[in-house]
């Protein structure tokens, strides 16, 4: 059964239209409050964070006021990244984390990602379970006067946040004598993420740490790696960090300027905790991730095994088959010893530690050759056309031209107004015509 509300990765949406407003907000956590209040007895506490967009200060009120009124107590931790929700939802033993995010989307765009008390993100059942409470008469679940929530503001989220990243590794570990350059997107890893670095002794060299509300995403971050790349080849740093919106994806880009993405990240990884004995069970993947990783952990006697598109769904297939790492060529990276959703900063660090014998990021990264991936955003008032008989017969065109020669992806996007196309194949020929097809199909 289809959702209403929740996508593949929360809620989301653009500002005063749709279901991103004050009104809406107020009823999200009127739902959200009631349901853990339900389930869980005891201390009834929320933690809230968002990311820098104009938008948190109208949608953060909205939402507190709901979680008060459903008799929640609320503590607001302002910017932090989404993992650092995650970690410190558990560490506070709070019913439920908050984020207030819409990611790697532009300003206009917000939205929530929902944390329960063990820090993961919630499940497909317990989100239709919140929905249904969203739709219900609101004075069903308001608390009597007396059992209303308090709210109370928390200033030092970024340190604990940034204490509990540096005790996954030696206390002797030191970044001293190491440049890296970082771009956090102008958001809400503006503050943790130089400070983070720094304190371990690197030199940092920063860009996307000036939000003004609007700048976040804009031609900045993970989704715009050009700018990474020219702030490393400037100071010829050992290290490039291209953080998103909500910090909870990276993109790399080593010392000679090459763009390193969330496929060849998993892939050195994955060697690595072989080697050491701390792989456990295999790698999980995507639907999106690139043939030439499955075919490199194959020879790497690694097991491969690939997830729904969404960081949710990978974290729980590593949980069903007891794997501990996994992630998306788009950064979403799980380091499943250490986090319960992706941490771009928590896998910077992981990297760094690899490099700390004076390993150059050229020579750990680019360990396979990608097949040649074509990806194709197509913007769409309406995402179901994909069920059109029109696109429907495109699509099974293209996959069978394509057959025994590659793989064809088509696909809504959970986080915007978009048909995600994906094809892959060593005949770029091919792989051009199929994607054509499709992509006329829809527009």
Known sequence: MSKKYFGTDGIRGEVNKGNINGEMFFRFGLAVGTYFKNIRKTKQTAIIAKDTRLSGYALEPA???GLASAGMHVYTLGPL???GLAMLTKKMRANMGIMITASHNPYYDNGLKLFGPDGLKLSDNIERKIEKLIDSKIIKN???????????RLENANEKYIQILKKNFPKN?????????IDCANGASYKSGPKLFKSLGAKVYDIGTSPNGININD???STFPDRIKFLVKKHRVNLGIALDGDADRIILCDERGKIIDGDQIIAMLANRWKRKKILKGGVIGTLMSNYGLQNYLKNQRIKFLRAKVGDRYVKEKMQKKKYNLGGEQSGHIILGKFATTGDGLLVALEVLFSMRKGKKASELFNNFNPTPQILENVIVKDKSIINSA??????LLASKLIKNQGRMLVRKSGTEPKIRIMGESDNKVLLSKCINIVKNSIK
Request: with cysteine; net charge positive; charged share 15%.
């Open 173 to 181: 570990f030191s970044l001293s004598g190491t440049k890296i350059a």
């Open 63 to 65: 939402l507190v006021s």
């Open 219 to 221: 031609n900045c971050g």
């Open 390 to 395: 029109k696109c429907k017969k495109a699509i």
């Open 142 to 152: 308001l608390s009597i006067p007396s059992a209303l929530g308090r709210v109370k």
């Open 81 to 83: 990244p989404t993992n």
